[in-house]
């Protein structure tokens, strides 16, 4: 864990915290640790898919793509009332997302006022290509931080991977959030600008650096690139159409490519994280929402009988067993691949 997820775990605890939520979050880390198939506690966070289309047509973006045979559609605030309910108030935090882009929801702020008046952190990942007025109401509404999705610092090579995008409205728009902080002298939300690298803005990221250094408030987080092709590089159905992705996209510079081996045992989601599609659905892991492993629906199902079900207990084994699930096998597989040579097919 770095100084920057430590920064904002803390933040995340402090600002939802309860004595319910402590000891859940103890219990549950320790739990994590021990790698039980059958826990006692709750998951200490939510990653909610509230919608899931999008107002861009990324390359690798399976919304764009559209290898999901799911209905679009969005959480309505009724069921988003009933998730939370469900839950109970061991979660910490809701991060609003999945496949989909929450600005363009409509009436997104009474999503942020529900889930704030549970007390919980909200999170959300958004690429902000939306008007000043949406940017407002949700400031507003008290949402805690917001992930922007900004890959690069020019129009060119930030239009290059997000299609339908614009590099002036966003950074126009993460400028305006950072004046309202400002003005009303409010530690939330915190921003965070996620720069993904890929090889038509590698050239960009200390510009980027120094940009979010003016800034002063705005944590540059820069990603190494992405699985291209986002869940659909795990399964081999779509193979052909992931390693040409690879190929427009990967980074030229070593540096920038990342490098080891990826330990399964690191993963955490199927013990500690919620992962609801918006439909409903429960997968044990957000790499699984177009996979069909669904472990539950939460509208048709209470969250007991489906946290320890038969489904959330064999990945938790798997990967205590270091990964033999073919699900999980798959997923390193095809990662290792990609890390070591994204020309080299099976």
Known sequence: MNISQLRYRTTVILSAFTLKRFFNLVNNQIE?????????????SVSLELNNYCNLKCESCPTHINTSKRAKRHITI????????????????????????????????????????????????????????????????GINMVNISLDGTTEKTYSTYRKGGSFKTV?????????????????????RWQFIINKYNEHEVEKAKQLAKQLKTVELRLNLPFVPGGDNFVFSENKRIVNKISEKFL?????????GNIDLLTCYQPFSELQILCNGDIVPCCRLR???????????????DIWNNNIF????????????????????????KYLKNKNNPD
């Open 290 to 304: 177009e996979k069909n492993i669904i472990a539950g629906n939460i509208f048709k199902s209470e969250l007991e």
């Open 78 to 141: 009724d069921e988003l009332n009933i998730i939370l309910e469900k839950l109970k108030g061991f979660n910490y935090n809701l991060s609003i997302g999945g496949n989909g882009e929450v600005t363009i929801v409509p009436k997104i702020e009474e999503y942020v006022e529900l889930a704030r008046k549970k007390n919980m952190f909200v999170f959300a990942d958004t690429n902000f290509n939306c008007s000043k007025k949406v940017v407002y109401k949700l400031f507003k509404a």
């Open 32 to 44: 994590y640790l021990q790698k039980k198939s059958i826990l006692s506690s709750y998951p200490r």
């Open 313 to 336: 207990q064999y990945f938790r084994k798997q990967l205590k067993n270091q990964g033999n699930s073919p699900d999980c096998l798959n997923c390193l597989k095809n990662m290792n």
């Open 251 to 259: 980074p030229l510079s070593e540096k920038f490519r990342i490098k």
């Open 171 to 191: 950074f126009s728009n993460l400028l305006y959030l950072i004046d309202l902080k400002k003005k009303h002298k409010s530690i939330f939300p915190q921003v």
